[in-house]
T-cell receptor
Framework: DQQVKQNSPSLSVQEGRISILNCDYTNSMFDYFLWYKKYPAEGPTFLISISSIKDKNEDGRFTVFLNKSAKHLSLHIVPSQPGDSAVYFCAAITQGGSEKLVFGKGTKLTVNP | GAGVSQSPRYKVAKRGQDVALRCDPISGHVSLFWYQQALGQGPEFLTYFQNEAQLDKSGLPSDRFFAERPEGSVSTLKIQRTQQEDSAVYLC?????????????FGPGTRLLVL
């Protein structure tokens, strides 16, 4: 039973355009959400996060949107750059529970020059 | 500063062999996590330490898996009598404190292949 779902295994966009990566979750106890970026042969690196009390968080070219009623979040990258090509993982965590992150399967983003 | 390091980076084991995977967290980090990432999947939680105390081991798939962090810094994940289904990348992560908002910093992982 997958609690965090990333239904698109891959996404391809042109340089300069917007990349939108989607994530759905089923556990209503999740109250903090994170996006991690992973290059081959490296560990995931933290990108951006959002608390459930917010619906938007922005950091430079990266914006995360949270729709609690739909149990959906998305990561927007504007403008996309070739260096953004990586696998992006959505993760969730529950306050007051275990500290473990629950990850989706990831979406491989390719930004074409 | 130095990040999280893991060794070995690659390990090939024969089925039935015991293996030990090492994690050196960022100096001063209180929390340490182990995750298992199978091919094409996201990382899955195995176990969590706060200093030397193992607070959650609910993700360990069987009693063949054992983790320790005796002095609250370096951690070792041991897998006894390895099976082919243990083949995966084992990721270690650490964070400053045990608050869930604290960013977890990941090491590069150990890729284990069991033949």
């Amino acid at each position: 039973d997958q609690q965090v779902k990333q239904n698109s295994p891959s996404l391809s966009v042109q340089e300069g355009r917007i990349s939108i990566l989607n994530c759905d979750y089923t556990n209503s106890m999740f109250d903090y959400f994170l996006w991690y970026k992973k290059y081959p042969a490296e560990g995931p690196t933290f990108l951006i996060s959002i608390s459930s009390i917010k619906d938007k968080n922005e950091d430079g070219r990266f914006t995360v949107f949270l729709n609690k009623s739909a149990k959906h979040l998305s990561l927007h990258i504007v403008p996309s750059q070739p260096g953004d090509s990586a696998v992006y993982f959505c993760a969730a965590i529950t306050q007051g529970g275990s500290e473990k992150l629950v990850f989706g399967k990831g979406t491989k983003l390719t930004v074409n020059p | 500063g130095a990040g999280v390091s893991q060794s070995p980076r690659y390990k090939v084991a024969k089925r039935g062999q015991d293996v030990a995977l090492r994690c050196d967290p960022i100096s001063g980090h209180v929390s340490l996590f182990w995750y298992q990432q199978a091919l094409g999947q996201g990382p899955e939680f195995l176990t969590y330490f706060q200093n030397e105390a193992q607070l959650d081991k609910s993700g360990l798939p069987s009693d063949r898996f054992f983790a320790e962090r005796p002095e609250g810094s370096v951690s070792t994940l041991k897998i006894q009598r390895t099976q082919q289904e243990d083949s995966a990348v084992y990721l270690c992560a650490s964070s400053w404190y045990d608050r869930y908002q604290e960013t977890q910093y990941f090491g590069p992982g150990t890729r284990l292949l069991v033949l």
